[in-house]
């Protein structure tokens, strides 16, 4: 396969997310694939950006906003003199030798880097944290969008055993150590971003900042017991963060999904389900998981459950301070309006 473009890093990621919103998978490359020396001027970037995802059926995306999603593009070259970096458009060196399995066809003529490359490319320029979130994302079931709400019930795009196993068999590409420091906290099937914020808020050790109670199992399914199914009417019960080794299950409460008297008569008893079960269930909500005081006697009592010891190293409440804001939760005590 020669392509003439082969989009990369944020615009690979894009493109990877639409498709997977539009419940559609790009096929993989087969044969060999021969990067381009360099990339032709981008022209006409509407007719561009149509190819790019042209075999996206989404209503998600209009025309103007595809412009905007892919404002700035990324794209691989085989050849040194090819890489140039203008306001529009950032051709990368790719200098190893180009595996099928790293890339993706959209059509006849354009390609882009599989998931797993992708991931190892923008994880190179991010921080740990950074690069842990988007590997979440990539193993949950929602996307994000800039300047969209976020979606969900997605089908995850990669997992952490893949993600794994593509760093070792390609440890030469830059990326990879990033991605390895960061495989041990990134957990599969997260339903949605604030799921995310509130595992890593628990399971990151604490010298980056966390509660450092281990990474769970994320949306978990547990088969019911005949007692259990009396209690809830369900053979089977899912739990949003999981220990299963302490039958630990927290539950988040989104405003979405736990609002009026229905949700929370089922969430009583899906909750006496599961402690007829011998498994004991905190709820965390939007508001205390905001509210940082209020966050911290959760992570007391849960830390207490799972037998984690109390110390806390030098520096603990400002390293906390400041993994809250890379994961973009609020900062101080003041509960949110």
């Known amino acids: 396969m020669k392509p003439t473009f082969v989009a990369s890093h944020q615009t690979a990621l894009t493109i990877h997310r639409l498709y997977s919103i539009a419940h559609k998978t790009p096929q993989q490359v087969s044969g060999s694939i021969q990067l381009p020396p360099t990339q032709p001027k981008l022209g006409n970037r509407e007719e561009l950006t149509t190819q790019l995802i042209s075999n996206v059926t989404d209503s998600l995306c209009t025309p103007d906003d595809s412009m905007k999603l892919f404002q700035h593009m990324h794209c691989l070259v085989g050849e040194k003199h090819g890489s140039y970096h203008t306001k529009q458009l950032s051709s990368h060196l790719f200098s190893h030798k180009p595996q ?3 890339f993706s066809r959209l059509t006849a003529e354009i390609a882009c880097t599989a998931v797993p490359l992708t ?3 923008i994880a190179a320029n991010a921080t740990l944290i950074e690069t842990i979130k988007l590997g979440c994302e990539l193993c949950g079931t929602y996307r994000t969008l800039p300047g969209h709400a976020t979606v969900y019930n997605t089908k995850p795009l990669a997992d952490t055993r893949s993600l794994r196993k593509f760093i070792d068999r390609n440890s030469y590409l830059r990326g990879t150590q990033q991605v390895r420091r960061a495989l041990p906290f990134i957990a599969n099937y997260s339903a949605s971003p604030a799921e995310t914020q509130l ?6 050790p604490k010298r980056l ?11 978990y399914e547990l088969e019911t ?5 009396a209690a809830c009417g369900k053979h089977h019960l ?3 963060l999981f220990w299963p080794e302490f ?3 927290v539950e988040y409460q989104s405003k979405t999904f736990h609002e009026g008297e229905l949700s929370r008569l089922k969430d009583s008893r899906r909750t006496n389900a599961l402690k007829s079960m011998g498994i004991s269930t905190i709820c ?6 905001a509210h940082q005081q209020a966050f911290d006697a959760i992570c007391a009592s849960m830390a207490n459950k799972l037998h984690v010891n109390p110390y806390k190293p030098k520096n603990f409440t400002a390293r906390k301070r400041q993994l809250r804001r890379e994961l973009g939760l609020p900062v101080g005590n003041e509960m949110p309006l």
């Not at 900042?209 to 949306?219: H, K, V």
């Not at 017991?225 to 199914?229: G, H, R």
């Not at 965390?284 to 998981?289: A, G, Q, R, S, W």
């Open 100 to 102: 099928p399995r790293h």
């Open 119 to 121: 991931f190892v490319e």
């Open 199 to 204: 595992m890593l808020a628990l399971a990151l």
């Open 209 to 219: 900042g966390g509660e450092g109670l281990g990474t769970p199992e994320m949306n």
């Open 225 to 229: 017991t005949p007692v259990a199914f």
């Open 238 to 240: 899912r739990c949003d």
């Open 247 to 249: 039958n630990l299950d």
């Open 284 to 289: 965390v909500t939007n508001d205390e998981l």
